[in-house]
């Protein structure tokens, strides 16, 4: 799925037992409307699914003949390492539950009596796909920057809390005068300014963390990777970089 919405979740419900998967489905859609179920009676038909449709949820039983829910899930894994997964079984053991965590399920449920049991899986398939559709919108919006940033004329540096450099740009490399963005990150921000100056960045990087605001432009002597000192103006304002908080410093000669 392409956005956040949850008006559409489509849900591969794998189980032997065709009068359970009928059960389940008719729930798990009145539980939340925004669930489309689709059925597999067994592994091989799941997978096959899988390749032609679009899924963002499997719910699988665990004792099926052939190969069981686990068999499927490390199947699942090899292809879809973020998809969704819940186990949901009737024949439930401490052993079960430990290879089926190893393996990376999302969730472990055991079947219950009553109705009411559904609002749990449906509750946890919900929050379970809307935890990936989050993930790939935050993945998106880092791409979009990442292609802006990329090709920016001006410099580009983005330090981390401890003030050290996650990310440099093109005209970063070329502005330091680097080898390449290695040289440039882990290095501190002081590390690229003149001695008599660092005082003064280090406040505005402090002030910066700490109110989470944008900092006006202010000359600096930034010192190149071969010793040369260079008059610039430095803007600096607060972001975020693989959900980690960064201060993201532009030069400007």
Known sequence: MSTLSL????VLHVDDEPGFTDLVKNFLERADSALSIQEAANVDDALS???????DCIVSD???????????LELVRDEHPNLPFI????????????????????????????TDQYKVPANRIRNSVQGVRAEAAVHRTEQRYHNLVDTAPIPIVLFNQD???????????????????AEIEGKSFAGFLHPEDRDTARARFERLMAEGQSMPEREFRVQTFDGECICARVATAHGYYHEEEVAQAMVYR
Do not use: C, W
Request: aromatic share 8%.
């Open 87 to 114: 186990l949901f079984t009737g024949r439930g053991s401490e052993q079960i539950a430990s290879e089926a965590i190893s393996a990376g399920v999302t969730e472990y449920l055991q079947k219950e009596g009553g």
């Open 49 to 55: 699914i899988l390749l032609s449709e679009d899924i």
């Open 163 to 181: 003030g050290r450099a996650v990310y440099s740009n093109e005209a970063a490399v070329a502005f330091l005068d680097a080898d390449s963005h």
């Open 62 to 72: 665990y004792d099926m003949p052939g190969k069981d829910g686990l068999d499927f």
């Open 7 to 10: 008006e559409d979740v489509t």
